[in-house]
C-alpha cells in the first residue's frame, strides 16, 4: 500500500493511526501542501480534488480518499481491533462525534481555506490566525458537550475501548495546541480523553511533529 499525505496533516494523522491499530504498514509519499504539491498534475492523477490523504491498495484499484471513508474501509476490510462498537446507536455517536472534528472542524482551517483568505481575501496573518483557533475550538467545544453529558462517555469518547471518535478527537487537539496556540482549558473531557489516547503507541508515533519534513 501506499500513503499519500503531509507530515502537517491532520487527515494523514488519523490514517496512520488507524493503520497502526490494525497493524497495517503502507508505503509514505510526501505531498507538500505548503510548496503547492496538491496541485500538481501527477498528484491531480491520484486524487482529482488534490487534498490528502489518498490510500492506493495493492489490488491495482481506484485510490481511496478522504480520510473517514479510509477508516471505515480499514475497519471493514480489517475488523480487528474494531473501532466501532457493535450496536447501531453507539456506532452512530463515534460517527457523529468524528464527524465534528472530520467534517465541521477541521475543514475550515486547512491550507486551502487558509490561502483563499489570504490571497483572494487579504485577510492579513493576525486575523487569519484568529480564525484559524475560533474554528478549531469551537470544534472542541461541541465534542465536549457531548462527552461530558454522555454516559456512554467512558475512558475514551465511547466507553474504554478506541474508536474512530478517539482519532479524530486527537487530530483535532493536535491542531490546537501544536499549531494555533489554543486554550483548551474549557474543554477538561475532550483534553482528558485526547491524554489517555496519547499514551497509546499508535497516537504516539503518528503525531505530526514526529514526522517533521520526512
Same mark, same amino acid.
Given at each position: 500500500?501506499?500513503?499519500?499525505?503531509?507530515?502537517?496533516?491532520?487527515?494523514?494523522?488519523?490514517?496512520?493511526?488507524?493503520?497502526?491499530?490494525?497493524?497495517?504498514?503502507?508505503?509514505?509519499?510526501?505531498?507538500?501542501?505548503?510548496?503547492?504539491?496538491?496541485?500538481?498534475?501527477?498528484?491531480?492523477?491520484?486524487?482529482?480534488?488534490?487534498?490528502?490523504?489518498?490510500?492506493?491498495?495493492?489490488?491495482?484499484?481506484?485510490?481511496?480518499?478522504q480520510s473517514l471513508a479510509i477508516l471505515e474501509y480499514l475497519e471493514e476490510t480489517r475488523p480487528q481491533p474494531?473501532?466501532?462498537? %457493535?450496536?447501531?446507536?453507539?456506532?452512530?455517536?463515534?460517527?457523529?462525534?468524528?464527524?465534528?472534528?472530520?467534517?465541521?472542524?477541521?475543514?475550515?482551517?486547512?491550507? %486551502?481555506?487558509?490561502?483563499?483568505?489570504?490571497?483572494?481575501?487579504?485577510?492579513?496573518?493576525?486575523?487569519?490566525?484568529?480564525?484559524?483557533?475560533?474554528?478549531?475550538?469551537?470544534?472542541?467545544?461541541?465534542?465536549?458537550?457531548?462527552?461530558?453529558?454522555?454516559?456512554?462517555?467512558?475512558?475514551?469518547?465511547?466507553?474504554?475501548?478506541?474508536?474512530?471518535?478517539?482519532?479524530?478527537?486527537?487530530?483535532?487537539?493536535?491542531?490546537?495546541?501544536?499549531?494555533?496556540?489554543c486554550d483548551t482549558s474549557g474543554v477538561p473531557t475532550v483534553m482528558r480523553v485526547y491524554n489517555e489516547c496519547?499514551?497509546?503507541?499508535?497516537?504516539?508515533?503518528?503525531?505530526?511533529?514526529?514526522?517533521?519534513?520526512?
Open positions: 500500500m501506499k500513503l499519500y499525505g503531509f507530515w502537517r496533516s491532520l487527515a494523514t494523522y488519523r490514517v496512520r493511526v488507524a493503520m497502526a491499530l490494525k497493524g497495517l504498514h503502507a508505503e509514505e509519499i510526501s505531498i507538500d501542501l505548503l510548496k503547492g504539491k496538491q496541485h500538481t498534475d501527477e498528484y491531480k492523477a491520484v486524487n482529482p480534488q488534490g487534498v490528502v490523504p489518498a490510500l492506493i491498495l495493492d489490488d491495482d484499484g481506484p485510490p481511496l480518499f474494531p473501532l466501532l462498537p %457493535r450496536d447501531p446507536r453507539g456506532r452512530a455517536r463515534v460517527r457523529g462525534l468524528a464527524l465534528i472534528a472530520a467534517a465541521d472542524g477541521h475543514p475550515l482551517i486547512t491550507p %486551502r481555506i487558509r490561502i483563499y483568505l489570504e490571497k483572494e481575501l487579504k485577510v492579513e496573518e493576525a486575523r487569519r490566525n484568529l480564525w484559524l483557533a475560533h474554528w478549531t475550538l469551537t470544534a472542541l467545544e461541541a465534542i465536549e458537550g457531548h462527552l461530558a453529558k454522555d454516559k456512554e462517555t467512558g475512558r475514551y469518547c465511547h466507553g474504554d475501548s478506541l474508536t474512530l471518535a478517539d482519532i479524530c478527537l486527537a487530530s483535532q487537539v493536535i491542531g490546537a495546541l501544536a499549531y494555533f496556540n496519547m499514551k497509546e503507541k499508535a497516537f504516539a508515533d503518528a503525531h505530526p511533529l514526529k514526522h517533521g519534513q520526512h
